[in-house]
């Protein structure tokens, strides 16, 4: 077990001054969304396997201070979403057919999205059904509406990477992130932090450019974090593509090396201006957007400390922590996706 | 030119008891759209093609008392998406391939969201950029957000159908509705009412599945309207997948006659529902809401008036006006998709 790819990920720590946290409540939490997964049986996929996302604790990381049972109605969300990925957007017959993803993916939509019954049998949308009956009693109209509108950015964003894998086509970098953005789950994670909090963010806020770049910078650090983690693991299964790893090295002659310190460098400049620009955000926001960029801040951090507990990535010992950025440059990064983040940091 | 299809049409007139209206400035906006166009000049449609979709008299008849600079802005949009409508998801080579649609949507959604440059060289998207740079200028940052999240809804609809024709699928009746309130661009366009209006609808109230049933209902009737009427130019054209008298065709034995009756007994039950639904919503509704309601009806009225005249319905006659509904039952229909907004009646 001494494959350059490891040692890779051993050498390079991430920078994240951000304290860890997590909900008190979090074995209560996980005891009752296990009974809820027991009732719902979703098929393909095992029990142990699901218990092991370690959900519960992953969503209660996020929200230290939520209210517990809208943490709870959130965290069943992230076990339907862990399962809904494994079942039908990385492996299984739609996972390479956008022909055949579409129509499930526009149904379980419709479940999230319909209060009267959904005219479905299918336990994946019956499940997630469930879910938006608990979001419409426990959040307001507003807060529920942003989440299934994240949901669907997230559902169109897998569909985008089922075509490419049919299509066998590897992005470039600016085209990679774009992408991510909408396929690693961040939108409608991030969309269940105000209802974790039981507080919600004024329109006013949450709509303008600089907090929905914000929330955009915290999902893509996540995901580019997911992404250094789960090489290991996609490269055994074999599913290298379209990951920033691959991409990198298919975007210009690296060496493996090479390819994950610029991942590295790339995460830590978006770490640094996540750092500055919740700064900016924070100052003169509502009480409520405050907790708001608190929790993507917690996400952060708390996303990493999962994923190194995790069995889905089977382990990886702590990469440790590092003081200051790999690359520590403060300009935008050239790729169209992020870089007019930078200019929200203007006064 | 005496064929079944166009008796069946003139049979039947609609049930729609709401005046017509237009923007005073129709004209003026039609010029400078024209001249925005001629500037962008769009490939893979003809101008006279694009004018004949006579969008400038399609959006002002929808807001006929709108600020004249945000209704231009609006009318662009409409002009943009007939003609990436016509190029990119009823015919050409996207048409039928979604793994050739989806990065192309994703590559223009993402055009319209980036208030920065978007690296992008494609005349679409370069359009569609400038469309969104307009209502980042003219909208508060809550419309422009609806708005997006409208677009994206819009796409992820096409591309459900765009799969549907690559696998040659036909939809059941409750499929096709929720397929169709996707694809018919209802949720952009009822999306620009109050951008046009320039009267932000208050959250709480925009987010509320009451308001949530009633656009989507407007949408709708507005998209079964069009079934009908284009109809007959799918037929000549050879495009009859996917409308409604052929999906119910399709499901149960009907002669065109009787599906053509069937069709509009249920646009009228739904017509119905709005009258009702709208009298509801406006009931301690805000100002702007109620004018938001307005246009609703406006929009319903104004896309009938326009497809009457309008060169891509072929000149098709007026089926003249019914006082009351073919179908006059008040009990919801029985599809999932719509079921639900009938409980939206509610005290």
Not at 88 to 112: I, K, M, N, W, Y
Request: glycine share 8%; with cysteine.
């Amino acid at each position: 077990m001494t494959q350059p790819v490891e040692q890779g990920l051993e050498l390079l720590p991430f920078y994240c001054p951000i304290e860890p946290a997590l909900h008190p409540a979090v074995a209560d939490i996980e005891t009752r969304a296990v009974a809820w997964l027991d009732r719902m049986a979703l098929p393909g996929v095992s029990r142990k396997r699901l218990l092991g996302t370690r959900s519960a604790e992953f969503f209660c990381r996020f929200v230290p201070q939520g209210v517990t049972h809208n943490v709870l109605a959130a965290t069943l969300w992230v076990y339907w979403g862990f399962a809904f990925d494994d079942t039908r957007c990385d492996t299984g017959a739609l996972a390479s057919s956008p022909g055949r993803f579409l129509p499930e993916a526009t149904r379980v939509q419709h479940a999230l999205e319909t209060p009267g019954g959904p005219g479905l049998d299918d336990p994946y949308a019956l499940a997630l059904h469930d879910i938006g009956a608990r979001f419409r009693g426990c959040a307001t109209p507003t807060q529920v509406r942003r989440f299934t509108e994240a949901h669907r950015r997230w559902l169109l964003g897998v569909a985008w990477q089922v075509a490419n894998r049919a299509g066998d086509h590897m992005p470039g970098l600016d085209e990679y992130l774009r992408l991510r953005l909408g396929t690693c789950g961040g939108a409608p994670t991030m969309a269940m932090l105000e209802i974790g909090l039981g507080a919600e963010v004024p329109s006013a806020e949450m709509d303008s450019p600089r907090v929905r770049a914000l929330t955009d910078c915290a999902s893509l650090v996540a995901a580019l974090d997911n992404d250094l983690h789960s090489y290991r693991k996609e490269r055994l299964l074999g599913q290298t593509e379209q990951n920033v790893v691959t991409v990198l090295l298919h975007e210009s002659p690296h060496s493996l090396e090479q390819a994950v310190h610029a991942a590295v460098c790339l995460r830590d400049r978006l770490m640094s201006l996540f750092l500055r620009l919740s700064h900016r955000v924070r100052r003169g926001g509502s009480a409520p957007l405050r907790s708001y960029v608190d929790c993507l801040g917690h996400g952060i951090r708390g996303n990493i400390d999962w994923a190194l507990r995790v069995p889905r990535y089977q382990g990886l010992g702590t990469p440790g922590w590092s003081e200051r950025p790999l690359d520590p440059r403060p300009d935008p990064l050239p790729y169209s996706t992020v870089s007019w983040w930078w200019d929200e940091l203007r006064e």
